[in-house]
């Protein structure tokens, strides 16, 4: 069943005097309950300015100028803003924010940061909300009596932990996670996403998974979208887009990930930088740095087009883009 579908939405940053930074462009998307989709894409591709829109957490010169969020059929965006606060952001829809693990308050005990955040949402008295917090923290795989400890007695994996605790706080259908593990060492980055796992599969949670490592993603997600300057360029379940990517940009994404003997994959990885979203390129926005460049690319902007049922992708040449690059 559809939980949530993201109908082409569009938010640009307003720059004075400059014009708008194209940050989300006509986005579209569906998660299912219990779901996970990955999100990824290098940065600056506007991943994070995906999940701030979704939970309508925006900065002043942010402006939603199209598009439809729908939560079992309900436009969330359209929602008055009150109503959306008491409904949905942290009910519904919650998020562990990009760095967030080093926003905890370093002088207030972990559980009672819980607690508050606990009692800010719900009508509840310290004592249950310091009980809620201890059980929450037993949930995402911590002691509960380190409720007691402050966040420099907590190692970064336990610190992100926390992050996730909170999120779950008020049981919400959708979790969204914003590169929850970048800042991690490996063996703690497997950690958090056995834990995600191991919540999704506990709490029927969907999540939105963010990151720029797409082998990350591949780990945890059913489908994935691959995000570059603003806009899905390939799109579909983790089958097709992982193991049979059709646009040059997700392949280039790919060639970072070892295979499995460990040798790098005979993809080039891919030169030069995303676009400047204040101008971004005409065309295809990723034709600057592919590889599989021809004239059109730079003149017309490819449609988004169905490879199969499961599977799509914005390229003029997606039908031989494997051929071309040597994966078939
Ligand atoms: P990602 O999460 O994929 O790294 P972001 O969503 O953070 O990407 O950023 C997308 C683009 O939006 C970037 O070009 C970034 O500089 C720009 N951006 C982010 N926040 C603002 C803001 N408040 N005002 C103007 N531009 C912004
Ligand atoms: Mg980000």
Redesign the pocket.
């Known amino acids: 069943m559809t939980l949530l579908e993201v109908k082409d939405l569009k938010m640009y ?1 307003e ?1 004075l005097g400059k014009g708008y ?1 194209h ?1 989300v462009d006509n986005i579209g998307f569906n998660l299912d309950k219990g779901e996970t989709i990955g999100i990824v ?10 999940a701030i829109t979704l939970l309508r957490i925006l ?1 002043h ?2 402006k939603i100028l199209g598009g439809e969020v729908l939560l079992n059929n309900t436009n969330i965006l359209k929602m008055d803003m009150e109503r959306f606060r008491k409904n949905i952001r942290w009910r519904r829809i919650s998020m562990v924010f ?1 760095g967030a693990m080093n926003a905890l308050n370093p002088v207030i005990k972990v559980g009672d940061q819980i607690a508050e955040a606990i009692m800010i949402h719900k009508n509840v008295g310290k004592k249950y909300a310091l009980k809620r917090a201890r059980r929450l923290l037993k949930m995402v795989g911590i002691e509960p009596s380190r409720a007691n400890n402050y966040p420099f007695e907590f190692s970064g994996g336990m610190r992100q932990r926390a992050m996730i605790a909170m999120a779950l706080a008020l049981n919400p259908d959708i979790l969204i996670a ?1 590169e929850p593990t970048t800042a991690l060492d490996v063996i703690v980055q497997a950690q958090i996403l056995k834990l995600l796992k191991s919540l999704q599969r506990r709490l029927n949670l969907s999540i939105i998974l ?1 990151s ?1 490592d797409i082998s990350m993603v591949a780990e945890l997600s059913d489908k994935i979208a691959v ?1 570059y300057a ?1 806009q899905i360029v390939e799109y579909g379940d983790i089958k097709n887009v992982f193991l049979s990517p059709r646009h040059p940009y997700t392949m280039g994404l790919l060639s970072s990930v070892p295979n499995i003997k460990g040798k790098k994959r005979r993809l080039e990885s891919i030169k030069g930088v995303p676009p ?2 204040l101008a971004p390129p005409k065309g295809c926005r990723f034709h600057p740095r592919c590889p599989l460049k021809i004239d059109i690319c730079s003149e017309r902007e490819p449609e988004i087009v169905s490879v199969n049922s499961n599977h799509l992708v914005k390229c003029h040449r997606y039908m031989e883009s494997r051929r071309l690059m040597g994966l078939e």
């Not at 894409?41 to 995906?50: A, D, F, Q, R, V």
């Open positions: 940053y720059i930074v940050a894409g290098e940065s600056g591709c506007g991943k994070s300015s995906l900065p010169n942010a990009q914003d963010i720029h995000m603003g400047n979203l």
